[in-house]
């Protein structure tokens, strides 16, 4: 069965950093473009970071750009977000997400927390 499974995530101060792992099971994901979401307390899931199946092109919002890298590693199945200089705003959950097309998700996993205190 397919998987995608989130860890790193935890407590950290303003201005610190943290790296989420996303552990993808069940079938090659490399063919897949991945991405990362995230969801605040009381607010929408909203997009943070996504790189293509070929990791040639990365795309961020303009809230973590700069501050965040999306990365994958083909040989371990897995994709990584680097983010530096956490803001209080950037608490939330974070998902990891696999999409044939860019329009739609396949496959969800099921989060990991981030808190970043002031």
């Known amino acids: 069965q397919e998987q995608l499974v989130e860890s790193g995530g935890g407590l950290v101060q303003a201005g610190g950093s943290l790296r989420l792992s996303c552990a993808a099971s069940g079938r090659s994901f490399s063919s897949f473009a991945m991405a990362w979401f995230r969801q605040a307390p009381e607010k929408e899931r909203e997009f943070v970071a996504r790189?293509?199946?070929?990791?040639?092109?990365?795309t961020y919002a303009d809230s973590v750009k700069g501050r965040f890298t999306i990365s994958r590693d083909y040989v371990k199945n897995a994709v990584y977000l680097q983010m530096n200089s956490l803001k209080p705003e950037d608490t939330a959950v974070y998902y990891c997400?696999?999409?044939?097309?860019?329009?739609?998700?396949?496959?969800w996993g099921r989060g990991t927390q981030v808190t970043v205190s002031s």
């Open positions: 790189i293509n199946w070929s990791a040639e092109h990365t």
């Open positions: 997400a696999a999409s044939r097309i860019e329009s739609s998700v396949d496959y």
